[in-house]
């Protein structure tokens, strides 16, 4: 993303359009701040890459349809018809953050745009759509199913760390979806969630890697890949880092709402997920390196910013679930 005045314009107004919705009173607000960060996000996504176009085309068409359905479920609202507008505008908002099963169209734009705007794609351009779903009294037990499912399952035979990301999002959004209607439990899941994945996208920059197989280089320094290796470790939900905490605490609150099949498939598909991102470490630290091990001690003073991030946010997310 280039640093000029057109853009800082453009991301100026991604912000002001979330913080209209977010603090609207009525569902015209909100569809008018939802289409202001769209309109804003599109030239962001343009960059210098020929498939930046088509990527930005994509986002565009496929907000259109959600913003038509939203606008249509307000319709049914205020006619008071019997059709069940809130599965409409709830579809709706699924559909404008890509969660399983509207997620295809969020993978193929993913690997075309820049980290930067890969962050705001998977944290910040969901934040209104998760609180509008807020409202809504519908139950989002399938739409949760289906993304543990296809967010823990289908990560395993990716290449791409961009898809990686884009699938590990989608498991994660479900467990958002699964709090909806505690605000803090989700408010704090989103910017722990969006804490780490800021780390591990400008480790990849740093990095310069796109790839898995790019993490047993040995062309990048030790303390890089040990903050990689531990960044992904929380995402992954390894205790004691801060991801598994906030797994743990949207497990317990199941539990307590006696979502019995739910907190299963969490629990068993919080193990894929873990897998996979085991995998990515052990290609990181132990294969393919000629590195001593023992020589690792002596950079862990570099990686420590990331140590201590992940581990003394434990007992902090602790104190506010109590």
Same mark, same amino acid.
């Given at each position: 993303m280039t640093k000029n005045f057109n853009m800082l314009l453009f991301l100026y107004m991604t912000i002001m359009g979330t913080a209209m919705s977010l603090s609207a009173n009525n569902w015209l607000i909100i569809w008018t701040g939802l289409e202001i960060s769209v309109m804003s996000m599109m030239p962001m996504i343009s960059n210098k890459n020929f498939l930046s176009s088509e990527?930005?085309?994509?986002?565009?068409? +496929?907000?259109s349809i959600s913003s038509s359905m939203m606008m249509l479920g307000v319709l049914l609202l205020l006619i008071n018809s019997k059709i069940e507008y809130q599965m409409i505008l709830t579809s709706s908002m699924m559909l404008k953050m890509g969660i399983a099963p509207f997620h295809n169209w969020i993978l193929e734009m993913i690997e075309s745009v820049e980290l930067t705007i890969m962050f705001f794609l998977l944290t910040f351009m969901k934040i209104a759509p998760l609180n509008m779903i807020s409202y809504l009294m519908f139950k989002n037990n399938l739409f949760i199913l289906i993304s543990l499912l296809v967010g823990s399952m289908f990560g395993l035979n990716q290449t791409s760390l961009r898809?990686?990301?884009?699938?590990?999002?989608?498991?994660?959004?479900?467990?958002?979806?699964?709090?909806?209607?505690?605000?803090?439990?989700?408010w704090l899941y989103m910017m722990v969630y969006s804490m780490m994945l800021?780390?591990?996208?400008?480790l990849m920059n740093k990095m310069k890697i796109n790839y898995i197989n790019q993490l047993s280089l040995n062309e990048n320094k030790m303390n890089l890949k040990m903050n990689i290796w531990?960044?992904?470790?929380?995402?992954?939900?390894?205790?004691?880092?801060?991801?598994?905490?906030?797994?743990?605490?949207?497990?317990?609150?199941?539990?307590t709402n006696k979502e019995f099949l739910i907190s +299963?498939?969490?629990?068993?598909?919080?193990?894929?997920?873990?897998?996979?991102?085991?995998?990515?470490?052990?290609?990181?630290?132990?294969?393919?390196?000629?590195?001593?091990? *023992?020589?690792?001690?002596?950079?862990?003073?570099?990686?420590? *910013?990331?140590?201590?991030?992940?581990?003394?946010?434990?007992?902090?997310?602790?104190?506010?679930?109590?």
């Open positions: 990527a930005s085309v994509k986002y565009f068409v +496929i907000q898809k990686v990301m884009c699938y590990s999002s989608i498991f994660n959004l479900s467990f958002i979806l699964a709090s909806i209607s505690t605000n803090s439990i989700w800021l780390m591990i996208l400008f531990l960044a992904m470790l929380s995402m992954g939900g390894m205790p004691p880092m801060m991801g598994f905490m906030l797994k743990l605490m949207i497990i317990q609150m199941m539990l +299963i498939v969490m629990i068993l598909s919080s193990t894929l997920v873990m897998f996979y991102y085991l995998r990515m470490s052990f290609l990181s630290i132990l294969f393919s390196s000629s590195t001593i091990k *023992w020589k690792m001690l002596s950079t862990m003073k570099s990686s420590s *910013w990331i140590i201590m991030v992940n581990i003394s946010l434990m007992p902090l997310i602790l104190t506010l679930k109590t």
